[in-house]
């Protein structure tokens, strides 16, 4: 799954809530990576990550850095997340590895 967030939104608990959605409707019990392109600029509640690794069939969560982002993040969101957890300049290169946990 790739997401792409809109400029200046809050990542918060509610927001988190369609991702459940989106895994039950399109991945049923398959395995899935979460992929962020972050092509905008937006914040994250760093408690969301607590529940998204509670999505039984999510298997990583990538971030792919965007030309505006400024500020590298993901050594302190690793903090808050227990799955394998990865950051990458293209998203080829994060498709690649979704794909290489997803069939291992």
């Known amino acids: 799954m790739i997401a792409v967030m ?3 939104i809050t990542i918060s608990l509610v927001l988190n809530n369609e991702l459940y959605d989106i895994a039950r409707s399109y991945f049923n019990d398959n395995k899935f990576v979460y992929i962020t392109h972050r092509k905008n600029s937006y914040s994250v509640d760093p408690n969301v990550y607590f529940e998204t690794v509670k999505i039984k069939n999510l298997v990583g969560f990538a971030v792919v850095f965007g030309d505006t982002v400024q500020i590298d993040n993901t050594d302190f969101e690793r903090t808050f997340i227990s799955i394998p957890f990865k950051s990458f300049n293209n998203i ?3 498709t690649s590895w979704g794909n290489y946990l997803c069939c291992s």
């Open 92 to 94: 080829d290169e994060a």
């Open 6 to 8: 809109n400029e200046g």
